[in-house]
């Protein structure tokens, strides 16, 4: 979308871009002078009220999303001051009243984004939410000045950045079992393609500790369309590590704490990523909604879907990235197992491909015929007929102990909420990626060989899949923290909140008391329609393959509510990150998210206790048994349970009305 008013030209004919329609206020001043206007008398030579799109806008399935705007304006005069009126955003303003502004760049000039320096207003006119803000344009001429709501990072970035790291391991490709075992194991695959023909990637990382002569099948007809590149290697004695980020477009600080996490793991020298590398498989999606990111929404797809809401039965057709991720979820939940001794059942599951698809205890060379499915015509499968083969699941049965009696409420919950009626935001799906209820009722008949019951059976702490984390952003509630599931069992539960613990053991910005594992938030109902959090990835995670360590991961576009202490690193010679200074929240940078990114890997570590360079011995836990019992006690006093011993943690909380 292109405007023109007068010299200056406002654009957002560009990956992301969001504009809808620009009105100028007022004339402008004679352009031929210098512009001697101050911020501080806020008089400017320019003033535009403009509107961003809806999600979906001029179709059917346009909706109230309306949070995200990033557009440029060029032909300005250096030294000028522009006042902008945003006249139809979602009502934010909890987020501005915290301290929140729109981002800006000029190219060429000032590339890097910042934070504009003037706080915002904000006033409800009509019942519409109008931002304005100002901003003095830098002496640059013939530069376009940029304005985001956040710090953007496109569909275009993200395929720039896997290209760069195709090329700097392009030797991956030729890598076998001869191959020096700590050498980085790097693949870049097509796993489908959206609505909008875009790709969605899957990354695998690793070392060539247990790597095999054979690839990964192409176990789903739906996946893998590109027939003219292998699939990556088979790895035997290794669980995986699942990250995906980007299922709401509008949610870049998941993309950098997914760059910190990607760059962390991939660095050579580093032992704490060596060892990473060695222990896990890492399959990673950089953009689960690149549809909407390219699109310019803040959180839907092309369909005005939520994406978060149909993990429970996907589509392959309508929802091909989420039908994607619980694919390979389910894959990797059975194929990296661990396997009992002496067992000897094969265990069949009817992926929809040509062959039943066996995981058989005795060999680790299982193939699958190859199908013929095209990238043309891989989003044009009809649903609801997906030809799932009819067979069995088989295994040597196991009892998985997990409530079914949905009773309890909270297990650790937001006891700061600092909230202000008057800046209440507005429930239209843009407080997180789980605060709202756009959830898409299931009826399990897209995918019934993801929803097996007989998956659960395959127990936590022998599942192929180590964690899963989805990565959001979010708007309402400050920090970065988690939303995990509750699970009946005590030792379940304080392994679940052991790893975001030691998460804020390695970053200062992690907010362990933010966190939320209630029961309550995996199937609250919305007031307004009644729809429920129970199609979202961690959730339905939980309830298909049954894993402990199912995470939603939130960062809030502005700060923190708090600073952790972090305890030095021991062995490291001085080569870990210092520990930060104490002080208060920091606005957040692209630097703080990766940051996070990076704490989540080492986390990973600190649960094995296998961290080289481990922060915990010089915590005030002084091991990993120490932070342990340190959850314990924490999970056991919000429950109002005793502190002490171990026996099982009985629920006191009232059942949900």
Not at 195 to 212: A, W
Not at 312 to 328: C, E, F, R, T, V
Request: hydrophobic share 30%.
């Amino acid at each position: 979308m292109e405007f023109r008013s007068g010299n200056l030209l406002f654009t957002s004919k560009f990956d992301s871009g969001n504009l809808a329609n620009v009105e100028r206020v007022c004339k402008d001043e004679d352009e031929g002078g210098g512009g001697k206007s101050s911020c501080i008398d806020l008089k400017p030579d320019y003033e535009y009220n403009v509107w961003t799109k809806p999600d979906c806008a001029g179709t059917e399935y346009e909706n109230g999303n309306r949070s995200w705007f990033y557009f440029g304006i060029r032909g300005w005069a250096p030294n000028r001051l522009i006042k902008i009126n945003i006249m139809n955003l979602n009502r934010q303003g909890k987020l501005y009243s915290q301290g929140h502004t729109p981002f800006v760049k000029t190219i060429p000039g000032k590339p890097k984004w910042e934070r504009l320096r003037d706080r915002p207003s904000f006033e409800m006119v009509d019942g519409q939410f109008i931002l304005s803000f100002i901003y003095r344009f830098p002496e640059f001429k013939g530069s376009t000045t940029y304005f985001a709501f956040c710090f953007p990072w496109s569909y275009t970035e993200s395929q720039n950045q896997m290209s760069e790291l195709d090329n700097r391991f392009e030797k991956c490709k030729t890598f076998d079992t001869s191959t020096p075992v700590n050498s980085i194991y790097y693949h870049r695959e097509l796993v489908c393609l959206t609505l909008d023909k875009l790709r969605v990637d899957l990354l695998t990382i690793t070392s060539c500790h247990g790597i095999t002569k054979d690839t990964e099948p192409r176990f789903d007809k739906h996946l893998f369309p590109d027939q003219r590149n292998p699939r990556c290697k088979r790895f035997k004695g290794k669980k995986v590590y699942f990250l995906s980020s980007r299922v709401h477009p509008g949610e870049t600080p998941g993309s950098f704490v997914y760059n910190g996490f990607l760059e962390f793991i991939l660095r050579e020298k580093d032992p704490r990523a060596i060892q990473l590398r060695k222990q896990y498989v890492f399959k990673l999606i950089p953009m689960l909604n690149p549809d909407g990111v390219m699109r310019g929404h803040y959180r839907t797809d092309p369909r005005g879907v939520n994406l978060n809401r149909v993990y429970l039965d996907p589509s392959p057709a309508l929802h091909p990235s989420i039908y994607a991720a619980k694919s390979l979820l389910v894959y990797h939940h059975i194929y990296n197992r661990n396997i009992s001794e002496g067992e000897t059942e094969t265990f069949q599951i009817g992926f929809p491909t040509s062959e039943n698809l066996e995981f058989s205890p005795q060999s680790t060379s299982r193939t699958v015929v190859p199908n013929s499915a095209s990238c043309d015509d891989i989003s044009d499968t009809e649903t609801g007929a997906n030809a799932v083969v009819n067979s069995e699941l088989r295994l040597q049965l196991s009892e998985l102990t997990m409530s079914e009696d949905y009773r309890g409420d909270s297990a650790f919950t937001d006891k700061l909420s600092d909230s202000d009626p008057n800046l209440e935001t507005e429930h239209l799906g843009n407080e997180g990626s789980e605060d709202e209820g756009d959830y898409v009722p299931s009826s399990n008949i897209n995918a019934p060989h993801l929803v097996n019951p007989k998956l659960l059976t395959i127990l936590p702490s022998d599942s192929g899949i180590a964690f899963y984390v989805d990565l959001h952003g979010h708007a309402s509630k400050r920090g970065a923290f988690i939303y995990g599931n509750y699970v009946e069992n005590e030792e379940m539960q304080v392994d679940n909140m052991l790893y975001t613990k030691l998460i804020s053991l390695n970053t200062a910005h992690f907010d362990f008391t933010g966190c939320n594992f209630s029961e309550r938030n995996m199937y609250s109902k919305d007031k307004r329609d009644g729809m429920s959090k129970e199609g979202s990835g961690r959730v339905s995670t939980l309830k298909a393959i049954g894993i402990i360590h199912s995470y939603t991961l939130e960062c809030n576009y502005n700060t923190g509510r708090m600073v952790n202490p972090v305890p030095p690193a021991q062995n490291d010679d001085g080569r870990a990150t210092p520990p930060p200074l104490a002080g208060f929240p920091p606005k957040y940078t692209q630097a703080h998210y990766e940051e996070i990114g990076k704490a989540l890997a080492i986390a990973a570590l600190d649960m094995t206790d296998s961290n080289p360079w481990s922060r915990i011995g010089s915590s005030e836990h002084c091991s990993l048994q120490g932070v342990r019992e340190s959850v314990r006690r924490f999970l056991r006093s919000l429950r109002g349970g005793p502190r002490g011993g171990k026996n099982g943690l009985s629920r006191i909380m009232n059942r949900i009305g």
